[in-house]
């Protein structure tokens, strides 16, 4: 399986950016996809994922309500769409894959930075 991600960049605080992950080789309906995040100095954090086949949906507390993670199953593309950007949002975003009946995320995309200015 390989993962790609994009649609990083540089926002002012408040603003909206969207990340796509393209994702191609064998994937399949039993697997979530999900975003994660890593800011300079610190661990790598869960951000949201979503089912594959049904769209479960699954958010970190520090993005709910600001943030929307949806599937275009047809693309084999999953978005993150973030809204209401804040400084604290800026960090490499990574996206990733697993089966469902793991806890191990198997493959990992390359990372889009994104920089959310004050």
């Known amino acids: 399986v390989q993962l790609q991600a994009s649609g990083g960049g540089l926002v002012q605080a408040g603003g909206s950016l969207r990340l796509s992950c393209a994702a191609s080789?064998?994937?399949?309906?039993?697997?979530?996809m999900g975003w994660f995040r890593q800011a300079p100095g610190k661990e790598r954090e869960f951000v949201a994922s979503i089912t594959w086949s049904g769209g479960t949906t699954v958010y970190a507390d520090s993005v709910k309500g600001r943030s929307t993670i949806s599937r275009d199953n047809a693309k084999n593309v999953v978005y993150l769409q973030m809204n209401s950007l804040k400084p604290e949002d800026t960090a490499v975003y990574y996206c990733?894959?697993?089966?469902?009946?793991?806890?191990?995320?198997?493959?990992w995309g390359q990372g889009t930075q994104v920089t959310v200015s004050s």
């Open positions: 990733a894959i697993r089966s469902r009946s793991t806890i191990t995320w198997n493959y």
């Open positions: 080789g064998r994937t399949s309906s039993s697997s979530v």
